[in-house]
């Protein structure tokens, strides 16, 4: 172990713990800020530099909530187990932060680096992504069976249900980028999109992006497929036991999960660090990405604002029926349109393929929509009249 | 150096969360202990450089066979975990003697035969002819390399296991719709 490993280590990793922390402080006063706005309400506007009257618009909230959030008491309820109620907010904290590292950020003082920090540019950087995020799952179940409540414990299973349930779209429609590109490297999915060419501008790739997005917000637990935490059916879900600095490392690692699988989005889907003045400044290209990942997680705040919650019923017909019939037809028609494009046709021919696949695409998700929907029978009341 | 150490950090670690896994009385506790040993493998496994079969041990057997185990205490009566009884085991004796003998007879005799044994600079030496005979026996480390050999000499075998995957699959919804059709038909006869 040499030292310079460890300057190269801190020099690529602490930026990671240092940026992105950070971001979620100014999120969640982007959010409370939105919400209010959607809601016709002001937010908070009152909070800002200590011991004066500037106000800020309320910036200073996420500082004033982090204090409230250290000094709070730390209760844990006496027949929770209390080991496992401590460990869950770290094991949902650490996959969410190790992820981060897979994202093809060009820092521009990587180029200092020697080669081995290249290491997290893993050859198979996409699998190891999923294979990672998927550990949140269990620090949620984690912390839902630890407290001992049955809100917590319905909080838990459902969780488990969502994520196993929508983890299978989230990545068939990764699948399809890969298989483009050929690639799992995160940085190779990066170079292949240079020159605009972003998968998003694609009828597949359109098509796998929203699939993403959806599914991406039921892995991260957001509002609509925020079931697991329903304020209204579960008070707080599988956190309802949590109180103080634990619950806030909860609500830090679910806004870390949302950064790196918008992260990821943006790799796969939106040209990773790629906008205009990169060429002739590439230190903005960490500047676009990062945008991006914000423009992603303001339209998650937007829906959260417009959308109410789903049924269980329709979350599992909806990941089911519709997202994964979906996603499946889609890799075959990605498939079909590369070997085209492969061998050679002509613009006329792309153009064919292109419309017909919208055309395809867009008739199988009207199709899928009738079928899917489940019907509701009406309610039977059994122990009320 | 730091990669022995980081090995018999990872073995200890492997071997420590095993026993606790079976030593546990707690379901759930035993599950997470899995979860533990399953971790410590997918490190040793990136420590002897096949990334892809480490990222597959997280994804597999973390992601999705330690997510099936909790659902499957879920649907027992024992999700709280507490629970007095316990199985009385003997013979715990015979089954230690039968693992030794295992060990010494088998397992060790085995390892004998392979290369781990020979000295750093005879195996290269070794290496080095058989480089010469067939030079396209390179280790498959990358995922790419896996990728061609899965994809070009064995891709019947490929098949064959999605063709078993899937009518596993179907069958296993074709068992549930028959398990309800039959309680709904017990509903309706009486």
Redesign the interface.
Known sequence: MSWELIRDILITTVPLLVIFPSLFAFTTWIERKALARIQNRIGPNKTGVPCTRISLFGLGQPAADGIKMLFKEDIVPKGADRLFHLLAPIVALIPAMLVLCFLPLEFPWAKFVQAPVQAFLLDGAVIFFFAITGLNTLAVFMAGWASRNKYSLLGGMRAIAQMVSYEIPLVLSAVIVVMLVGSLNAADIAAAQKGYQWHLFTPWGLAAFVIFFIAALAETNRSPFDLPEAESELIAGYFTEYSGFKFALFFLGEYIAMFAISGLAVTLFLGAGEGPGVAAVPALSVAWFIAKIFALIGIMIWLRGTLPRLRVDQLMAFAWKFLLPLSILNILIAGFAWHVAKSGAGTGLKAVVWIASLITLYAVARGLNRISRPEAAPREYKYAE | M?QETAFYLLAIIAVLAAVTAVRLRNL??GV?AL?IFFAALAGLFLLLMA??IA??Q??VY??AV??LL??AI?LTER???DDGRRITSRGGFWGATAALGVAVFVLLPGIQQTDLNRLPAELAEANATAADANATMAPPH???ALGKRLIEPYIITLEVVALLLTAALIGAVAVSQGARRVEDEEEASP
Do not use: K, P
Request: hydrophobic residues 60%.
């Open positions: 730091t759930i506790h997470f979860v990334q892809f990222a597959v997280v994804l973390i992601g330690g997510i909790l659902f879920m999700v709280t975990g990358t995922v790419e």
